[in-house]
């Protein structure tokens, strides 16, 4: 059986001082609307996006010559960790921070680089992630989105689902059929850059349980595409995808979405001395939060070294949404509050939110059942 590497990470000085940075940044910043801080990574403000990129904190990673910070991972680490834990919105500029630019750095074309990413570096340019369609979401090679090749470019048809704030960002890499089906399921799959405010483009949104509409259904009719628009090579977008899906899984927002919930409620606790009896189930939460915390840095790190650490980032995703799942129900235990979705703020309020969004948690960037079974392959148990 092969093995997973999660070595230690032990963070320094240069971390240190940039973590109180953005403590600082968020104090003076001033508070979160209350309806956003739970899985806050999800909510959009394009405002909070563009101050992050005034101080250097989108793009960091990436080379300077492209805008980039040329900074480590693991201060881009500090820095969305503490930005998640304070329940900021960081949703805006998230899959274009996170995954769209380091996949157009691997694979885009020189001329895609120099345009897209300075822009978003600059908080200007925000991307959304265009893979499920409505009978295509675990099983993404069966996508029947179809782009035909045309004088100049691609023509695209067909429909997507789930899309997040697709309804906000200004393009989204899609992924489509670009040659028929064969015996091999994941050929003639290409990633296209499409400018979400093109003719032939129809944006509906669909409500979640919490009652926001911030993912959508899209729909492309005759959707023209020029040909610089290829993520990398024509039919080869499958490789691209599981690469983009490795960059997807690997963070701290995959075990930070309920966060402000076990801060909140460690205060209820302790000011309604219910703490005692409370103590080995906070405990139990708290312990399983710093192993994830050192798991999640551990994949930094390899990214950091250059390595793509699937298995890796597929373990901390799936061991971390089942902490941030089961986390509400146990407060809702414990705690004397009772979750209120009118509540405006405080426990009642995180506790109610947390509880109608944590379904979600498991099924989006790859449902459990998909990842155990990437996680046996990777481990050559299948
Ligand atoms: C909040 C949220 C945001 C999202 N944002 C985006 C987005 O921006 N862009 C985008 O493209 N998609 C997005 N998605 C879609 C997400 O990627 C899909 O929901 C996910 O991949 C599952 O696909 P599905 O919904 O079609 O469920 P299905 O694939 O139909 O799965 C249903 C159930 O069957 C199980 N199952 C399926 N196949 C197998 C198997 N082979 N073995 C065992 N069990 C299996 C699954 O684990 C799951 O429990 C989002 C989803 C959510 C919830």
Not at 36 to 60: F, Q, T, V, Y
Not at 184 to 207: E, F
Not at 228 to 255: H, M, T
Not at 316 to 338: C, H, N, W, Y
Request: glycine fraction near 8%; include cysteine; charge should be neutral.
């Amino acid at each position: 059986m092969k093995k997973l590497y999660f070595t230690p990470v032990i963070t320094g000085e240069k971390e240190a001082a940039l973590r109180a940075e953005v403590r600082s940044f968020l104090d003076h910043y001033g508070a979160f609307n209350v309806s956003n801080i739970i899985d806050s990574w999800s909510i959009c403000d394009p405002e909070l996006s563009r101050a992050l990129a005034e101080k250097g904190w989108l793009g960091m990673t990436w080379p300077t010559e492209y805008g980039g910070g040329s900074r480590s991972y693991l201060e881009r680490y500090v820095v969305i960790e503490e930005l998640l834990a304070a329940g900021a919105p960081v949703g805006a500029h998230w899959v274009a921070d996170r995954q769209s630019g380091p996949l157009l750095l691997r694979f885009g074309s020189e001329e895609q680089r120099q345009y897209f990413l300075p822009k978003i570096v600059r908080g200007e340019c925000f991307f959304a992630i265009g893979m499920s369609e409505p009978n295509s979401g675990s099983d993404l090679a069966s996508i029947k989105t179809r782009a035909e090749k045309v004088d100049g470019g691609w023509l695209i048809n067909g429909s997507k689902i789930w899309t997040s704030w697709a309804h906000v960002c200004h393009q989204m890499i899609t992924l489509c059929r670009t040659a028929p089906p064969s015996d091999n399921r994941h050929a003639g799959m290409s990633q296209l850059i499409v400018d979400l405010s093109q003719k032939g483009i129809t944006v509906r949104p669909i409500i979640t349980l919490a009652g926001e509409a911030h993912f959508n259904e899209i729909f492309f009719d005759d959707v023209f595409v020029p040909d610089n628009r290829v993520v990398g090579q024509v039919n080869e977008g499958w490789s691209q995808v599981v690469a983009e899906l490795a960059f997807e899984r690997s963070g701290p927002e995959r075990f930070l979405s309920s966060y402000q919930l076990l801060e909140a409620a460690i205060k209820e606790l302790r000011e309604t001395n219910l703490m005692q009896q409370a103590e080995p189930i906070i405990g139990k939460f708290v312990a399983r939060l710093m192993v994830l915390r050192q798991m999640s840095l551990s994949v930094a790190n390899q990214l950091q070294e250059g390595k793509l650490p699937i298995n890796e980032a597929s373990v901390v995703k799936d061991l971390g949404t089942s902490f941030e799942q089961e986390l509400p129900e146990a407060m809702r235990l414990i705690l004397a509050t009772e979750p209120r979705s009118s509540a405006n703020g405080g426990v009642a309020r995180l506790l109610s939110d947390s509880i109608l969004k944590a379904p979600s948690f498991s099924l989006r960037g790859g449902t459990r059942e998909i990842l155990r079974g990437i996680i046996a392959r990777g481990l050559g148990l299948r």
